[in-house]
């Protein structure tokens, strides 16, 4: 799993320090601080919920979705290697995590976030309409007012280290290694 870190600025810092993830299954909906699937779909950390109380909705509620060989498939479910993104192409291991869906940001802790997640989010929610809801007109002003009011709200996962691979580590410095001895500078 890579998180990047302006999308969820509370990820773990150090390897094995606990998290927040922000993110949702697409077309997840927050209603009254509890979730129900509009639509199944894929683990996404740059995923956003749709407005509560618009649009249609599936009936039944669920944890997750089926996987490719019809395995239901959360992030609470199994153990996850997390990578964090530091900067730009800059990457940590910080160990394997359970992650524990919480209930959604609420208005005043998406206020408290930095500005560069809530743009990032911002945008992200307008790509994801667009992207899903092909008649939808709305606009960023009216998302970022959206998420202001707790018309919009980001689901939050807390993560628990439950161990550090080393040889996942050694492995991916080792690949690191060779790969970058392998390139030549010209």
């Known amino acids: 799993m890579l998180i990047n870190s302006l999308a969820s600025p509370y990820a773990p810092q150090e390897p094995g320090t606990c998290g927040l993830f922000f993110g949702v299954e697409k077309e ?16 996404d950390g ?8 618009r649009g249609k909705r599936r009936a039944t509620r669920q944890t997750g979705k089926r996987g490719r060989r019809g395995k239901l498939m959360t ?3 199994r153990l996850m290697k997390v990578l964090v ?7 940590k291991y910080m ?28 945008n992200r929610t307008l790509e ?23 018309d919009y709200a980001l689901m939050v996962w ?20 060779r790969d970058s001895t392998d390139a ?3």
């Open 28 to 43: 997840r909906v927050a209603i009254n601080n509890e979730t129900e699937i509009v639509d199944e779909g894929e683990l």
């Open 46 to 53: 740059g995923g956003v919920v749709r407005p509560r109380g």
């Open 75 to 77: 992030p609470g479910n």
């Open 85 to 91: 993104r530091i900067k730009v192409n800059e990457w």
């Open 95 to 122: 160990g394997q995590y359970k992650l524990e869906r919480q209930r959604p940001l609420s208005v005043v802790e998406w206020r408290t976030l930095p500005r560069d997640t809530q743009t990032f989010w911002i």
């Open 128 to 150: 994801m309409l667009v992207r899903t809801q092909k008649n939808m007109k709305v606009t960023l002003r009216e998302i970022d007012c959206g998420f202001a009011t707790g």
């Open 158 to 177: 807390g993560m628990v280290c439950q161990g550090y691979d080393l040889a996942f580590q050694q492995d991916l410095a080792e690949k690191l290694c």
């Open 184 to 186: 030549t500078v010209p």
